[in-house]
Nanobody, 123 residues
Framework: QVQLVESGGGSVQAGGSLRLSCAASGRTIDSYTMAWFRQGLGKTREFVAAIYWTDHSTYYEDSVRGRFTISRDNAANTVYLQMNSLQPEDTAVYFC????????????????WGQGTQVTVSS
């Protein structure tokens, strides 16, 4: 079993930055595809970014590409999401996910999830 714990969420003004962390325990994640999803109030959970375990290729949802950067430190068993130029529409609970059994953008394909961290962006 893998436990994922997110941190780094908070409240910022539009244009600000946050860095989310996802610390894994229980097993190393160096062979897992890891991803971030988010869920706004009253909305479905949506894909944000993913990073492959093989070649560290990265993939982004269109609205965050160029503003967000996903990265991983296998030695630290941690995945990060650097979020710049934040906008009010980025407000959501952000979830870390690991070990994809389907396409990387499919939420129900991930075996492991964190509890989420709230990101609030004010205008």
């Amino acid at each position: 079993q893998v436990q994922l714990v997110e941190s780094g969420g908070g409240s910022v003004q539009a244009g600000g930055s946050l860095r989310l962390s996802c610390a894994a325990s229980g097993r190393t994640i160096d062979s897992y595809t890891m991803a971030w999803f988010r869920q706004g109030l009253g909305k479905t959970r949506e894909f944000v970014a993913a990073i492959y375990w093989t070649d560290h290729s990265t993939y982004y949802e269109d609205s965050v590409r160029g503003r967000f950067t996903i990265s991983r430190d296998n030695a630290a068993n941690t995945v990060y999401l650097q979020m710049n130029s934040l906008q009010p529409e980025d407000t959501a609970v952000y979830f870390c996910a690991g070990y994809s059994l389907k396409q990387y953008w499919v939420a129900d394909g991930y075996a492991y999830w964190g509890q989420g961290t709230q990101v609030t962006v004010s205008s």
